[in-house]
């Protein structure tokens, strides 16, 4: 299986406040999981990224969770501001230049004041 | 870090005509780029693998014969939309690996196509 299940869909957090978001995949090859943010009319742009050796990784207000027995990785977003407002999407790949990047169905995030 | 540029930005153009799109590593060869496709408010679709110099493999449900993809060279895919009609319009993205020490992959910053 390749899927990549996030959670929520939307999510509405006040300034300041920390935004979480989910993530579960199933196939146990995947070893690299990255985090994007995209802005309406943008590519997406990588956030920040794990790899199955640590359980979590922090860079700036961004810092993912791993687990990897229970097959999940989330995303917190600490001290939340209004310039945070885009869509979120995990995804997960195997190794190799040639693997494609399966992703999450994404997460809309507003900020509000 | 890793830059893919895309070319055009923002493209108009008539049903019937065809449309290139240009994906270009800036600072690293890339044997694989990647093709998506975005609808609004919804998950990059994946169309297509790119491989340079050979063919490109398609996903399930993507038409080969109206999508083409040419990946003559490690710094250059392009993605040709043929034909276009109005159910063609959408958002394009680009993508590649970098294989360097991050290994992360690097987006372009979309088409929006528009078939009028």
Same mark, same amino acid.
Not at chain 1, 57 to 64: L, Y
Not at chain 1, 74 to 87: E, K, V, W
């Given at each position: $299986?390749?899927?990549?299940? $996030?959670?929520?869909?939307? #999510?509405?957090?006040?300034?300041?406040?920390?935004?979480?978001? +989910?993530?579960?995949?199933? +196939?146990?090859?995947?070893?690299?999981?990255?985090?994007?943010? $995209?802005?309406?009319?943008?590519?997406?742009?990588? #956030?920040?990224?794990?790899?199955?050796?640590?359980?979590?990784?922090?860079?700036?207000?961004?810092?993912?969770?791993? +687990?990897?027995?229970?097959?999940?990785?989330? #995303?917190?977003?600490?001290?939340?501001?209004?310039?945070?407002?885009?869509?979120?999407?995990?995804?997960?790949?195997?190794?190799?230049?040639?693997?494609? #990047?399966?992703?999450?169905?994404?997460?809309?995030? $507003?900020?509000?004041? | 870090?890793? *830059?893919?540029?895309?070319?055009?930005?923002?493209?108009?153009? &008539?049903?019937?005509?065809? *449309?290139?799109?240009?994906?270009?590593?800036?600072?690293?060869?890339?044997?694989?780029?990647?093709?998506?496709?975005?609808?609004?408010?919804?998950?990059?679709?994946?169309?297509?693998?790119?491989?340079?110099?050979?063919?490109?493999?398609?996903?399930?449900?993507?038409?080969?014969? &109206?999508?083409?993809?040419?990946?003559? =060279?490690?710094?250059? =895919?392009?993605?040709? *939309?043929?034909?276009?009609?109005?159910?063609?319009?959408?958002?394009?993205?680009?993508?590649?690996?970098?294989?360097?020490?991050?290994? @992360?992959?690097?987006? @372009?910053?979309?088409?929006?196509?528009?078939?009028?």
């Amino acid at each position: $299986q390749q899927q990549v299940k $996030q959670s929520p869909q939307s #999510l509405i957090v006040q300034k300041g406040g920390i935004s979480i978001i +989910n993530c579960a995949y199933e +196939n146990t090859a995947f070893d690299y999981f990255p985090w994007y943010q $995209q802005f309406p009319g943008k590519g997406p742009a990588l #956030l920040i990224a794990i790899r199955p050796d640590v359980s979590e990784k922090k860079e700036g207000r961004f810092t993912i969770s791993f +687990n990897k027995s229970a097959k999940q990785f989330s #995303l917190h977003i600490m001290d939340s501001q209004p310039g945070d407002s885009a869509t979120y999407f995990c995804a997960a790949s195997r190794a190799g230049t040639a693997s494609k #990047l399966t992703f999450g169905t994404g997460t809309r995030l $507003q900020v509000t004041l | 870090g890793a *830059v893919v540029s895309q070319h055009p930005s923002r493209v108009i153009c &008539k049903s019937g005509t065809s *449309v290139k799109i240009e994906c270009r590593s800036l600072d690293f060869q890339a044997t694989t780029m990647f093709w998506y496709r975005q609808f609004p408010k919804q998950s990059l679709m994946l169309m297509a693998t790119s491989n340079e110099g050979s063919k490109a493999t398609y996903e399930q449900g993507v038409e080969k014969d &109206k999508f083409l993809i040419n990946h003559a =060279s490690l710094t250059l =895919s392009t993605l040709t *939309v043929t034909s276009a009609h109005p159910e063609d319009s959408s958002f394009y993205i680009c993508s590649a690996r970098d294989a360097g020490p991050g290994g @992360g992959y690097t987006f @372009g910053s979309g088409t929006r196509l528009t078939v009028v």
